[in-house]
């Protein structure tokens, strides 16, 4: 081989070496970013005045997929812990599970929240396992097609219910926390078309303070019919704020239909406000997060000035 050619092989050996480098640091970053958990807090002026009968704000805590896997417990402690802010409710949009032995370390995290008011819909993966999938097929926006593996979502749930959380899933609820009246209801997953929004359809109960609406995945075609109905707010989670973002958190993909500007946080659908969280967690099968760290959020609902 002549002196030219072993330069060139030099030189693609030193750029492929400096890609396998670049690339393992960055794994290791996003592996170390999945226990950084954030709390987001949100004041929202959404309650009529004298709604909340001089009680200054409806504490809303909104936490949604935390794929648990057992041994998780910086996870457990973390999400245990905010219990501290004393939320008046608490919202769970589903995703609970990554393993089928996950479901008494979930009980384990949520279980002081279980002592409050609480409402849930699921995801997909609270009904079936997570799979290895190609990486690639989720950057082109290629919709997985699920194990089919059955979790033990019956016997959370029953937990849930147990405790007093109410399940949304096509089911419209009312009921009072506090001074405030909420007229709520939720549907499943719309992701893997598993949601039916005529079982619950029509507007919400006018007489009460605060109407919310529960679905997992935040797919524009449910989250329309909720705001034609007259819905003040939407929860959801499933984009995990896009997981794998560019600097600024700018997601790549939404993994749903709703656009890259809206995969997190609080922003209007039409006349209707949507909350889509980031998660607590990720598929065992992809453990890394950039520029988009778990979180849960806690929304501060207050009175519109006069």
Not at 69 to 77: E, R, S, W
Not at 87 to 96: A, C, E, F, I, K
Not at 138 to 149: E, F, T
Not at 187 to 209: C, F, K, Q, T
Request: proline content about 7%.
């Amino acid at each position: 081989m002549n002196t030219s050619a072993k330069r060139v092989l030099g030189n693609v050996a030193a750029v492929v070496g400096a890609g396998a480098a670049t690339g393992a640091g960055l794994a290791a970053w996003g592996h170390s970013e999945l226990t950084k958990f954030e709390l987001k807090q949100i004041d929202l002026p959404l309650l009529a005045p004298g709604a909340l009968r001089g009680a200054g704000e409806f504490k809303l805590l909104h936490v949604s997929d935390l794929h648990m896997i057992p041994g998780q417990q910086t996870k457990i402690a973390w999400v245990s812990a905010l219990d501290a802010l004393q939320p008046d409710l608490v919202v769970n949009t589903g995703d609970n599970l990554s393993d089928e032995r996950s479901v008494p370390d979930v009980l384990r995290a949520l279980g002081p929240l279980l002592k409050r008011p609480g409402m849930f819909v699921f995801g997909t993966n609270d009904y079936w396992a997570p799979r290895l999938a190609n990486p690639f097929g989720y950057l082109v926006g290629r919709k997985r097609v699920p194990s089919y593996i059955d979790l033990p979502w019956r016997d959370m749930r029953a937990a849930f219910i147990e405790h007093g959380w109410r399940d949304a899933t096509h089911t419209r609820h009312e009921f009072q926390v506090g001074p405030v009246r909420i007229a709520a209801a939720g549907v499943d997953d719309p992701h893997h078309d598993l949601d039916d929004y005529d079982e619950i359809a029509g507007p919400p109960n006018r007489d009460s303070d605060l109407s919310l609406a529960l679905l997992h995945t935040p797919e524009p075609r449910v989250l329309g019919r909720f705001a034609e109905d007259g819905y003040q707010l939407s929860l959801s989670g499933h984009t995990h704020g896009g997981q794998i973002c560019l600097p600024g958190g700018r997601a790549l993909v939404t993994n749903c239909g709703i656009d890259r500007r809206r995969v997190a946080g609080l922003h209007e659908f039409g006349p209707m406000l949507m909350h889509v969280s980031t998660g607590l967690g990720t598929s065992k099968y992809a453990p890394a997060r950039l520029f988009c760290r778990p979180s849960a959020t806690l929304l501060r609902i207050m009175e519109r000035p006069e």
